[in-house]
């Protein structure tokens, strides 16, 4: 998986609490990306970022989610007052360079249950 | 809309055997095609196709792709019980329409792969 880090790998939470998910990408790799995994289906795009900036969140809910990927420190997916539908594996992936074909490498994922 | 359909949805072989998996796609602008292979964990790459007719292999497991009928083929010769899992096809998309945003992997469910012993 070249090095792209994530944590917590499992994480629990009651609906109304807040789930903040951690992404580490490659080392160098200046990109990341987030892909949602609800049970029974492929994965979802969600955001993409840069260092500091958040190049495109087209599949990113409009309310409750937001991600950021400082100067410093891994990037962050939150997602505020979970509900149950929340419910699936969050992955993150990193690329080198934002050129479609170039292969992106994926962490192990965080796989969030809402009660 | 760009998507991407896998095909058959799960299968269940006995060691030994041959499979196929299929990923067919229709995307706007066309860059390249990935298989992941995804087991409890994170996927993990296996190879990428950008030009038809070109096979890639990689021990039992080889690839081709055809841009004229729009899919792609994943074979696994000589099945062993490790090579049970989600096989995953992946073809860039582009962000949305208008947007200069760029391209992010546009994913199928998946095919569940289960070979027996």
């Known amino acids: 998986n070249a090095g792209v880090m994530q944590n917590p790998r499992h994480l629990v939470r009651r609906r109304g609490q807040e789930a903040r998910l951690r992404c580490s990408p490659v080392k160098g790799h200046s990109h990341v990306y987030w892909y949602r995994q609800l049970p029974e289906e492929g994965l979802k795009f969600m955001v993409y970022l840069q260092k500091e900036n958040i190049i495109d969140e087209s599949g990113m809910p409009k309310e409750r989610f937001s991600a950021e990927f400082p100067k410093e420190g891994p990037s962050i997916l939150r997602i505020q007052q979970v509900v149950r539908g929340d419910s699936a594996a969050y992955f993150c992936?990193?690329?080198?360079?934002?050129?479609?074909?170039?292969?992106?490498?994926f962490g192990p994922g965080t796989r969030l249950l809402v009660l | 809309e760009d998507k991407v359909v896998q095909s058959p949805l799960s299968l269940v072989v006995h060691e030994g055997d041959t499979v196929t998996l299929n990923c067919s796609y229709e995307v706007t602008n066309f860059r390249s095609l990935l298989w992941y292979k995804q087991e409890k964990k994170a996927p993990t790459f296996l190879f990428m196709l950008?030009?038809?007719?070109i096979e890639k292999k990689s021990g039992r497991l080889s690839s081709i792709l055809d841009k004229k009928e729009l899919f792609s083929i994943l074979n696994i010769t000589a099945t062993q019980t490790g090579d049970s899992a989600v096989y995953l096809c992946?073809?860039?998309?582009?962000?949305?329409?208008?947007?200069?945003?760029?391209?992010?992997?546009?994913f199928g469910k998946g095919t569940s792969l289960l070979v027996t012993p």
């Open positions: 950008t030009s038809s007719g």
């Open positions: 992946a073809v860039w998309s582009i962000l949305p329409k208008n947007s200069n945003s760029g391209y992010a992997l546009n």
């Open positions: 992936a990193s690329s080198p360079r934002q050129v479609a074909g170039e292969t992106q490498y």
